[in-house]
């Protein structure tokens, strides 16, 4: 289903343009992960981060990739609040490790698309746009309280549930 995209009007031009005139890019040395190269010397390449795959040595990485590892938990949050889908995914996280699971599956859903009727002059359209547990879960992975658990975490492969799920690599306990 192709949709075209309306035109958008002079005069939407002019009042976006009136609006963001004084706006300007953010400075790079204050956006997170832009530590310079020079900063990084003193530390081992192991403790480099490099993404959101630094706990996985490359084959396991590849078979991942592939969709060739069986998850050996699955957790499904369709339909849950944040909130108990944030208990949900802590209870299961230290429940697997506990019982010596190493990869698991979290599946969050992929969201609907938001109507792009007003889409360029909606301000709020992405705080109303679905798929809030997909934007989440990946960030609840790296807080303080579950980041420790977490060796690796990633889309997960199509025969997984592609978009609408993430692999989970946990750390030996």
Do not use: I
């Not at 020079?38 to 959101?52: H, W």
């Not at 599956?105 to 301000?123: H, I, Q, S, Y």
Request: hydrophobic letters at 35%; proline letters at 7%; charged letters at 30%.
């Amino acid at each position: 289903m192709n949709r075209r995209r309306r035109e958008t009007s002079d005069e939407e031009r002019a009042l976006f343009q009136s609006t963001f005139h004084d706006a300007r890019p953010l400075d790079p040395t204050l956006m997170p992960d832009s530590t310079p190269a020079e900063a990084r010397v003193g530390t081992k390449p192991s403790q480099q981060k490099t993404g959101t795959h630094a706990g996985l040595d490359g084959r396991t990485a590849e078979r991942l990739r592939r969709g060739q590892l069986e998850p050996q938990g699955k957790l499904d949050l369709h339909g849950m609040t944040e909130a108990a889908a944030h208990r949900a995914l802590s209870h299961f996280l230290y429940a697997a490790q506990a019982r010596g699971a190493r990869l698991v599956l979290v599946v969050t859903g992929k969201g609907g698309k938001p109507t792009p009727e007003n889409a360029p002059f909606d301000m709020e359209l992405e705080r109303r746009a679905r798929g809030v547990l997909k934007t989440v879960v990946p960030r609840w992975l790296a807080e303080p309280d579950l980041a420790p658990l977490v060796a690796d975490s990633r889309a997960a492969h199509r025969r997984h549930g592609g978009a609408g799920a993430l692999y989970v690599y946990l750390r030996k306990r």
